[in-house]
């Protein structure tokens, strides 16, 4: 079935003015049709990537709230601090550590005791 309406729309990939039979035509052409197809399929490509790596990203940090005890480097990407900033706050004594042999270990309610 054809149709008698003509609609000027504009193409969603070349931007130009072009004169549609149908009024759900996006493209003025095949090869328009063809770009912009692969464009989203693209920017669907890039938009799952960066959402990989966001949750990349946080699964660490997801992991360290699960843990109840953390070592120096846990507790620094936990607090966003730098060792030297972490180390301060156990010589002030607003953070008390606990040692198991040669390692450090601070207990996850401490670190929230200091926002407290």
């Keep these: 079935m054809s149709s008698k309406i003509r609609v000027t729309r504009i193409c969603q990939f070349c931007e130009n003015e072009f004169e549609a039979r149908t009024t759900v035509t996006k493209t ?3 090869l328009c049709a063809k ?3 692969k464009l989203k399929l693209k920017e669907a490509k890039l ?3 960066n959402a990989e790596t966001q ?7 997801t ?3 699960a843990k109840e005890f953390l070592n120096i480097e ?3 990407k936990l607090l ?3 060792r030297r900033t972490l180390y301060r706050f156990i010589q002030d004594d607003r953070l008390k550590i606990g040692k198991v042999r ?3 270990v601070i207990k996850k309610t401490e670190i929230e005791k200091i926002f407290a």
């Design 55 to 61: 949750m990349i990203r946080n699964k660490p940090l």
């Design 80 to 82: 966003g601090v730098s």
């Design 63 to 65: 992991d360290l709230q």
């Design 35 to 37: 770009r912009l197809y």
């Design 47 to 49: 938009q799952y990537s």
């Design 102 to 104: 040669n390692r450090t």
């Design 74 to 76: 846990e507790a620094c």
């Design 28 to 30: 003025c052409s095949d």
